[in-house]
C-alpha cells in the first residue's frame, strides 16, 4: 500500500491510502524521492480555482477538478521493480514522472523519463516546469536582441528568464510584486526587475527609448497583469500568454490602439508544440533539451523550502498564504 496526496475540497490537503496494482509486463514500479509543489496550476486547483468541467490531462491525476483530486506532475524516484517485457528503464535507475505525490506508483515503461543517475533529486523535479519554460521560450520566439518583458517571477518566470538570456534577448524586463522574487530574478538574469505599480508601462517605455517590449510574457497567473502586457508590447509586438487562469476571467481594453499596433495575442501550453516548428521539433527533442539544461541552470538556489511528504498540507499552506517567502517547494520521501 502506497500514500499520496489528495485534495478532498478547496484548500483541504489530506494524505489517503493508494493501492498498488500489480506490475504488468509493460510496466515499472517507481518509488519517489521528491517531488515538486507547483505554486501555478496546482495552487489553482488547491483553491478550487480550476473548471470543474475540464477533464485532466495526465493520465496519472485521479478524481477530478470537482473534488477530490489527486494533482500534481513533478515526481523524481527510482525504478524498484520492472516488468518482464521491459528493458529500460532499469531497476535503480534515477527517473523523472509526471505523477501527483505519492510514495510509490506503477506505470508504463514509456512514461518516466531517465535523469542522469548523479543528479539530485530535488533539482530532478524542475523537469516539468522546465520543460513548460522552454515551451515559452519556443513559442515567444524571442530575436537576437529583442526587448522581452516577463510578468511573474516565480518558477516558471524565473525559469523563463534563464532561457530568454541564453536566447540573447535584451533587454529582459521582469515584474513581480514580491522582493525576494525581483532579487531572484536579476539573478537569473533580468536586466531590470520592476515592481507592480502604475506606472508599470510608463517604465517599460522609459527602458525601451519609447518602443515598447517586441515581446510580452504573462507568467503571474494574474489574469489583470494580461492588460499591463498589452500596453507594453511595441508595434506588431507579441503577448504570450503562459499563465491558467482557471475559472478567472481576464477584462481586456481592446479598443483602438491595440488594433492599431497589430499586436499578436498568443496562447501556449505544455502539451503540444507550436504546429510551425513541429517539422523540426518533437517531444523528443525538447525532452533531451530539457535533461541537458536540468545539469547546466543554477537550479539549487531556487528551491527554498523542503517538507517532508506527510506534511504536505503546511507546504500547501504556506504557499496560499505567504507565497512573498517562498519560490520552489519539495516534498521530501526519504
Same mark, same amino acid.
Request: net charge negative.
Given at each position: 500500500?502506497?500514500? @499520496?496526496?489528495?485534495?478532498?475540497?478547496?484548500?483541504?490537503?489530506?494524505?489517503?491510502?493508494?493501492? $498498488?496494482?500489480?506490475?504488468?509486463?509493460?510496466?515499472?514500479?517507481?518509488?519517489?524521492?521528491?517531488?515538486?509543489?507547483?505554486?501555478?496550476? &496546482?495552487? $489553482?486547483?488547491? /483553491?478550487?480555482?480550476?473548471?470543474?468541467?475540464?477533464?485532466?490531462?495526465?493520465?496519472?491525476?485521479?478524481?477530478?477538478?470537482?473534488?477530490?483530486?489527486?494533482?500534481?506532475?513533478?515526481?523524481?524516484?527510482?525504478?524498484?521493480?520492472?516488468?518482464?517485457?521491459?528493458?529500460?528503464?532499469?531497476?535503480?535507475?534515477?527517473?523523472?514522472?509526471? =505523477?501527483? =505525490?505519492?510514495?510509490?506508483?506503477?506505470?508504463?515503461?514509456?512514461?518516466?523519463?531517465?535523469?542522469?543517475?548523479?543528479?539530485?533529486?530535488?533539482?530532478?523535479?524542475?523537469?516539468?516546469? $522546465?520543460?513548460?519554460?522552454?515551451?515559452?521560450? %519556443?513559442?515567444?520566439?524571442?530575436?537576437?536582441?529583442?526587448?522581452?518583458?516577463?510578468?511573474?517571477?516565480?518558477?516558471?518566470?524565473? $525559469?523563463? +528568464?534563464?532561457?530568454?538570456?541564453?536566447?540573447?534577448?535584451?533587454?529582459?524586463? +521582469?515584474?513581480?510584486?514580491?522582493?525576494?522574487?525581483?532579487?531572484?530574478?536579476?539573478?537569473?538574469?533580468?536586466?531590470? !526587475? #520592476?515592481?507592480?505599480?502604475? !506606472?508599470?508601462?510608463?517604465?517599460?517605455?522609459?527602458?525601451?527609448?519609447? /518602443?515598447?517590449?517586441?515581446?510580452?510574457?504573462?507568467?503571474?497567473?494574474?489574469?489583470?497583469?494580461?492588460? !499591463?502586457?498589452?500596453?507594453?508590447? @511595441?508595434?506588431?509586438?507579441?503577448?504570450?500568454?503562459?499563465?491558467?487562469?482557471?475559472?478567472?476571467?481576464? +477584462? #481586456?481594453?481592446?479598443?483602438? !490602439?491595440?488594433?492599431?499596433? /497589430?499586436? =499578436?495575442?498568443?496562447?501556449?501550453?505544455?502539451?503540444? %508544440?507550436?504546429?510551425?516548428?513541429?517539422?523540426?521539433?518533437?517531444?523528443?527533442?525538447? +525532452?533531451?533539451?530539457?535533461?541537458? #539544461? %536540468?545539469?547546466?541552470?543554477?537550479?539549487?538556489? %531556487?528551491?527554498? =523550502?523542503?517538507?517532508?511528504?506527510?506534511?504536505?498540507?503546511?507546504?500547501?499552506?504556506?504557499?496560499? /498564504?505567504?507565497?512573498? &517567502?517562498?519560490?520552489?517547494?519539495?516534498?521530501?520521501?526519504?
Amino acid at each position: 500500500m502506497a500514500e @499520496a496526496v489528495w485534495f478532498g475540497a478547496a484548500g483541504r490537503v489530506e494524505i489517503r491510502d493508494e493501492p $498498488l496494482a500489480s506490475l504488468a509486463p509493460d510496466q515499472v514500479r517507481i518509488r519517489a524521492l521528491a517531488s515538486g509543489v507547483s505554486a501555478g496550476s &496546482e495552487l $489553482l486547483v488547491y /483553491r478550487g480555482h480550476a473548471p470543474r468541467d475540464l477533464p485532466p490531462d495526465l493520465p496519472t491525476i485521479g478524481g477530478d477538478f470537482g473534488f477530490p483530486v489527486k494533482f500534481g506532475y513533478a515526481s523524481v524516484g527510482r525504478v524498484v521493480e520492472a516488468g518482464s517485457r521491459v528493458d529500460c528503464p532499469a531497476v535503480g535507475d534515477l527517473v523523472f514522472v509526471h =505523477h501527483p =505525490h505519492q510514495t510509490e506508483y506503477t506505470v508504463p515503461a514509456d512514461v518516466p523519463i531517465p535523469l542522469p543517475a548523479d543528479l539530485p533529486p530535488e533539482t530532478g523535479v524542475f523537469s516539468a516546469n $522546465l520543460e513548460t519554460a522552454l515551451t515559452v521560450v %519556443l513559442d515567444a520566439h524571442p530575436r537576437l536582441g529583442e526587448a522581452v518583458l516577463v510578468v511573474g517571477q516565480g518558477v516558471v518566470g524565473l $525559469l523563463v +528568464t534563464m532561457l530568454l538570456r541564453r536566447a540573447g534577448a535584451t533587454p529582459i524586463l +521582469t515584474v513581480d510584486m514580491h522582493e525576494r522574487r525581483r532579487v531572484a530574478s536579476i539573478s537569473a538574469g533580468a536586466d531590470h !526587475a #520592476l515592481d507592480v505599480d502604475g !506606472a508599470l508601462v510608463d517604465r517599460v517605455l522609459e527602458l525601451t527609448d519609447g /518602443r515598447g517590449v517586441d515581446v510580452a510574457i504573462e507568467a503571474s497567473g494574474n489574469p489583470d497583469a494580461l492588460q !499591463a502586457c498589452i500596453d507594453a508590447v @511595441a508595434f506588431g509586438g507579441t503577448v504570450v500568454v503562459a499563465s491558467w487562469y482557471g475559472t478567472r476571467a481576464a +477584462t #481586456l481594453t481592446l479598443g483602438g !490602439a491595440f488594433h492599431r499596433r /497589430r499586436l =499578436h495575442v498568443v496562447s501556449t501550453q505544455v502539451s503540444t %508544440l507550436d504546429p510551425s516548428i513541429t517539422p523540426r521539433w518533437d517531444r523528443r527533442r525538447r +525532452t533531451a533539451l530539457v535533461s541537458q #539544461l %536540468l545539469g547546466e541552470l543554477p537550479l539549487a538556489a %531556487l528551491v527554498t =523550502h523542503r517538507f517532508p511528504f506527510r506534511e504536505a498540507a503546511s507546504a500547501y499552506e504556506m504557499l496560499d /498564504r505567504t507565497p512573498h &517567502e517562498c519560490l520552489q517547494v519539495v516534498l521530501d520521501y526519504v
